[in-house]
């Protein structure tokens, strides 16, 4: 095995470690020290129709399904991408052949789930509470990245001029629909003024990681300058993961604990 790949092994092996122990510290936390994130479990509830037998009419009603364990899936976004980084060691082999044509599988996988968990609990925060909103989300947001799955398997082992930019075209659309959702509920009141700096905080990062993660994959199929490697690339996912989950982790994690 060539060196590089070998670096970049090792390279998933540390940033794996990385995200283990902040999952691990914040499951501690949310478990055993800090009450508060341990009580903030919002209510997911379900919309349905009933007939009101007086008015002979159908009546929108709830219940309540559950309350979500919001400090535990915090850390669990975290574990996820641990795990994965930690297959990828384990499967080193399949993962080389796989970088050679220009494809991660294991990549978009992890981003399918733990993403997914982020925007979810991201939008409980905004107040998104009926479970058929938040199944959508998830939904929504895992199918974003599996086109970006679709993408690199489309075009592996492309050449520049010949990319077939379909799937990246429709991910997109699928990876703004969930921000519509939470922006609506954002600015539902138009007192923006008493919206929480740790929500412009969450909105800001995530709005950065959400345009960053495109733009690498862009500049990896146009092959602009450093890009023109493949592994370039993959090294700048795998640093945008460990930094976009840890800031947004822990800025979460804050906004649970807000009154």
Same mark, same amino acid.
């Given at each position: &095995? ?6 970049? =092994?090792?390279?998933?092996?540390? &940033? ?17 020290? =800090?009450? @508060? ?54 499967? @080193? ?34 107040? =998104? ?87 690498? &994959?862009?500049?990896?199929?146009? @092959? ?20 976009? @989950? ?10 649970? &604990?807000?009154?």
């Amino acid at each position: &095995m060539e060196i590089k790949f070998k670096k970049l =092994i090792r390279f998933n092996l540390i &940033m794996g470690f990385f995200h283990l122990i902040q999952g691990i510290a914040m499951l501690f936390l949310a478990t055993s020290v =800090i009450q @508060k994130i341990g009580e903030f479990q919002p209510s997911i509830v379900q919309f349905y129709q009933t007939l009101n037998p007086e008015t002979r009419s159908l009546e929108v009603t709830s219940k309540v399904l559950f309350d979500l364990p919001f400090g535990i899936l915090v850390a669990s976004f975290l574990l996820i991408s641990a795990i994965a980084h930690g297959l990828i060691v384990l499967n @080193k082999d399949r993962y080389v052949a796989d970088l050679k044509i220009g494809l991660n599988r294991f990549r978009w996988f992890e981003y399918a789930l733990s993403s997914s968990i982020m925007i979810v609990l991201i939008a409980t925060l905004f107040g =998104i509470y009926d479970i058929a909103s938040l199944v959508l989300i998830f939904i929504v947001n895992a199918s974003m990245n599996l086109f970006g799955l679709d993408m690199e398997e489309l075009n592996a082992g492309f050449t520049k001029g010949k990319v077939n930019w379909g799937p990246f075209i429709w991910g997109s659309l699928a990876g703004i629909a969930p921000w519509i959702a939470i922006f609506l509920y954002m600015t539902g009141t138009g007192n923006y003024d008493q919206v929480p700096w740790f929500v412009w905080a969450i909105v800001g990062t995530y709005f950065v990681a959400f345009n960053t993660f495109p733009i690498n &994959m862009i500049a990896q199929y146009l @092959k602009l300058g450093k890009w023109k490697d493949y592994l370039y690339g993959e090294r700048f996912y795998i640093i945008l993961s460990l930094a976009a @989950k840890s800031i947004l982790a822990w800025l979460v994690l804050f906004g649970a &604990m807000q009154p």
